[in-house]
């Protein structure tokens, strides 16, 4: 970590920036990231203002890419009035129309974790977060506040599916989701149905966003986001639709 704090122009918060270390996203870069102190206070609003200049929440810590000579990692967020699923994402949600949801706090369950853990073996056993630990999970993901969420996806009776997500005052911030790897459940694509049902949420809650994290061009796992249209990315301190590949 540097020595050095950064202080935010238009706040009197204390940020601190990493020293440089490999990019998880673009082999062969550098990557440095900028957190908010963890010592600072969320006070209202700090954390929407932060999330609107294209931080994220990794457990306690607000982040966002601050790489010197990179520009790559754009945030991008679906406004949700404007949304137009595709063909494939009507079907998407009319295939998964028999899954039930519910909304919790973001706390502690053993069958969330035990699905975590299946999930983080099956898809990233080459990743950052590999091999899962309930410690590292709960410090990723289980946060004591009113805002952290976890969308439950359930299947008579049965877990499949879970999205933790922030609810701010202009959107839903989709933090991580992870779902059952049942080859017999693929034609689902719970993924994309998880996604679908956080618009959807923002659209019954009244909230004018979904923030996905961060879109990356260059990145072929990142591609996805791109899918849902419109899609809106930080341009500097602007928002800007992203032009149609």
Known sequence: MSSNALR???KDLRFFRTVPHACSYLPGREATTLFLDPQEALASGVYDALTQLGFRRSGSHLY????????ACRSARIPVADFQPSRTQRKIARRNADIHMRLLPARFMAR???LYDAYIRARHADGE??????EQYQAFLMADQPYAQLLEMTL??????????DRLDHGLSAIYTFFDVDPRL???SLGTFAILALVELAQR?????????YWIEQCRKMRYKQTFSPLEILDGRRWRKLMPF
């Open 8 to 10: 935010h122009p238009a």
């Open 64 to 71: 966002r890419p601050h790489c010197e000579n990179c520009n």
């Open 112 to 114: 969330h974790y035990a």
């Open 129 to 134: 977060m590999y091999p899962p630990s309930r």
């Open 156 to 165: 008579d009776g049965r877990l499949v599916g879970v999205a933790a997500v």
């Open 186 to 188: 693929d034609r689902r």
């Open 205 to 213: 809650q009244g909230l004018p966003h979904v923030y996905l994290g």
